[in-house]
C-alpha cells in the first residue's frame, strides 16, 4: 500500500467494515469510545431481525444511525483536513 498525498496514512483502505473502523482508530481519527458506538450500532443493524420491532421501523432506525453517523464522519473530517489530517482542533 502506498501513503497519501501527504505522505500520512495508507492510500487503500483495507477490505471489510471491522478492519475499516480498525484503521480509523488506529490513525487517531475515530477515539475508543467512538469505534464502540460504530461498531455497536454497525453491529445491532445487521444482527439479523429484531422481534417485535416492525420492518419499517428496522429501517427507518437504520437510516437514522447511517446519518448521524456520517454526519459525526464528515464534521470530523473536515475538521482533520484543516489540520492536515493529523489532528482536530
Given at each position: 500500500?502506498?501513503?497519501d498525498k501527504h505522505g500520512t496514512y495508507s492510500a487503500?483502505?483495507?477490505d471489510g467494515t471491522a478492519n475499516r473502523i480498525e484503521y480509523l482508530t488506529e490513525i487517531n481519527f475515530l477515539t475508543a469510545d467512538e469505534k464502540g458506538a460504530l461498531?455497536?450500532?454497525w453491529g445491532s443493524l445487521?444482527?439479523?431481525s429484531h422481534p417485535g420491532v416492525p420492518e419499517?421501523?428496522?429501517a427507518r432506525i437504520g437510516l437514522v444511525l447511517a446519518l448521524e453517523f456520517?454526519?459525526?464522519l464528515l464534521?470530523?473530517?473536515a475538521n482533520w483536513t484543516t489540520h492536515d489530517?493529523?489532528?482536530f482542533s
Open positions: 500500500m502506498g501513503a487503500k483502505l483495507p461498531n455497536s450500532a445487521c444482527a439479523g419499517r421501523e428496522e456520517g454526519q459525526l464534521l470530523k473530517f489530517y493529523r489532528a
